[in-house]
């Protein structure tokens, strides 16, 4: 599904969307450029799940879990993991497999380690400086394609 989102207000709405039909085990992989809009959607994800901490991005902690939604969210930053052994290190897969919702920013950085299932958001600038494309759509899709 393409989307063109106009401003922050629209990216919640995405957001807020993604959180209502997230169940354990949803994992969201976030790709796009730096200000393409990741983090902002992430804090609409949280919102919608119903968490009341501050939610900020994991760039230098890497992994911030958050636990007063109606599920846990896993917020993870693969920018500097590095690479598929750093997740392994990670325990990825207690994240990935739980009971909670993972959001994975930079997840093309460790797609092959995606869910099959997983929820594929590719943000990019739009023509507008608010502006973005989304692209949503489910990993086991997106090969399908190909």
Do not use: C
């Not at 501050?54 to 636990?67: D, H, L, N, W």
């Amino acid at each position: 599904m393409e989307l063109l989102i106009k401003d922050e207000s629209e990216t919640k709405a995405l957001g807020l969307k993604l959180a209502a039909r997230a169940r354990p085990g949803t994992v969201i992989a976030l790709i796009g450029e730096l200000g393409a809009g990741k983090t902002t959607l992430t804090k609409a994800v949280a919102e919608g799940l119903g968490v009341t901490e501050s939610v900020t991005s994991p760039t230098f902690t890497i992994i911030k879990e958050y636990a007063s939604g109606r599920l846990p969210l896993y917020h993870f930053d693969a920018y500097r993991v590095g690479g598929a052994e750093g997740m392994y290190a990670l325990g990825f897969e207690e994240y990935f497999y739980g009971e909670g919702v993972t959001v994975v920013e930079w997840a093309d950085l460790v797609e092959e380690l995606l869910p099959q299932d997983a929820i594929l958001v590719k943000l990019a600038y739009g023509r507008g400086a608010n502006e973005r494309r989304a692209r949503v759509e489910r990993k086991d899709d997106a090969d399908a394609a190909l």
